[in-house]
């Protein structure tokens, strides 16, 4: 279970100490890199060592983000450091490589918003009430009277907007825009920095939703929508793992549509799916468990052996099997 | 040129006259209709005589505003009122048949976030620094203590959201996520409301982006991206006015497209021409000048007489043009 620590003891262990490693999940998304270069930078002004890790490094699109250079691929090489920091990161292992590559540290600090982190580490603080670990970062960056410069308050900005699809989930709350507030007074331009965000990516996403729509099929009465995208395409394309992120929700957006599938082949005969549902009635995490998958009920995903077809027309009925329920 | 009134002079006319009727500009966008609607609201919430008009009504995207149904067409028969409110409408003639139903009325108040308002009407407060109309009528109402209802506060989130692309264009302030903190602690439901703005569209909308990508074309070195809808394909569709809208966001986005154009063919012979540009090096004001049209310079757009092959050719030779330009 969680027990959080103050964030006093954790700024403590930020003034205190000396040698840091700072550390997000694999895979990374703008809130766990957000966090992991903010953290560093502040760590940096405190006139610390700091090294920062992660699995993937930093995905080209987000090279905009000021001090992203510190970030780098983990090491073969274990080293040794006083304090290790993994940021956004549910369950330990799932920084990776970065993880691994830490031979031996004093302390670990554990600052997450999963409502799923189980709180390891020698100090932790889980919210899971926070739309974002950066809403997090912020409130002990100011609340402790850390440094905020500049260039942090674009990395904590970015880890909030992203990680709350520009400040609309049911996360956000009044609190998200009072620092989204302070974070422009502290420098964030934000037409500048929504344009990196939001409005830039490769001609190829453009492409890959093309190829999806094409193949948008309708099933249930209309209630489901759903599209798949065969390895070949992938290949055509030149496709990345990013590129696919959130077109699911284009089809999930359609007025009257229930709950909505994507299915990509993936290679070694099996197929990922992702379900979404905008209603309790449809509980997707049930249809992935049938077929050895999980997640929540309106967001759930599995990964399914057989052709792209075959798992398309299986998961489809299933869902159907759901409407059905009384 | 504009000269402001005080809002203490605005909210004594609110408080003090009794029938009043309220307005703003045709093919209503969230700002125009949310302030119609928490203006009209407010009124009511004083126990005034209030009356709401809008040329095209509430198009049915905008039907989950509370209070909506107190927007009217304007009848055919002129009346009387001793206060006509005029809201984010820059120039009085183009609120239309709304401004046109007003016989007579002892006092105009016009109230507009566009630079381009010359602050007609007896009372006029005009702040082109304001990112939405509905940011200003915060200020009113809160200012001088004005009633502000739970109703009123999504009406204004919605303007204000709307009209900043979700709180990201340029325009957007640290006072503009202040109010936003203040709207959702007034009682937005934050999470519900954004997914009736931004996750909730017709079908057709999909289909007509699917058939616009599969005409997708890249011209000047792939440096311009364009898409063409023929009559054919919005009579197929059933494509509505609203369909089309932002729809040109998707080609300026792609990495590497420096200008993006849109060509609607609308029936007697005419295309409507759409630019959108990335960098004060390609003015398209200046091209659509060429074809009788006008705008700004990273936005523009313009009616051109012609086949849809035929405008697409010779604007975006023009634009082609303003590439080679020293």
Redesign the interface.
Known sequence: MQSNHALAEIAEVLRTRNRFVVMSHARPDGDALGCTIATALCLKQLGKDVTAWNEDGVPEKFRYLPGHEMVLRPPAEPQNFEVAIVLDNAVKTRAGKAVEAVAQADVWINIDHHITNEGYGDFSYIDATAPATGQILFELFREQELPLTYAMADNLFVAISTDT??????????????I???L??AGV????L?QKM??????RR??L??EL??V?RFSSN?RVASFALSAETTKKLGIQADDTEGLI?????????VAAAFFDEIGDGRVRVSLRSKSPRINVSKVCQLFGGGGHMLAAGARVKGSLAEVQEKVLHAIDHEFDQP
């Open positions: 699809g520009s400040f609309q989930y049911p996360s956000t709350t009044a609190r998200t825009y009072e989204g507030a302070d422009i007074r331009n934000v037409g500048e929504s939001y409005e830039s990516y490769p001609r453009l492409e939703l093309r729509l094409n948008l209309d929700d284009y089809i999930r957006s359609i007025n009257g549509v």
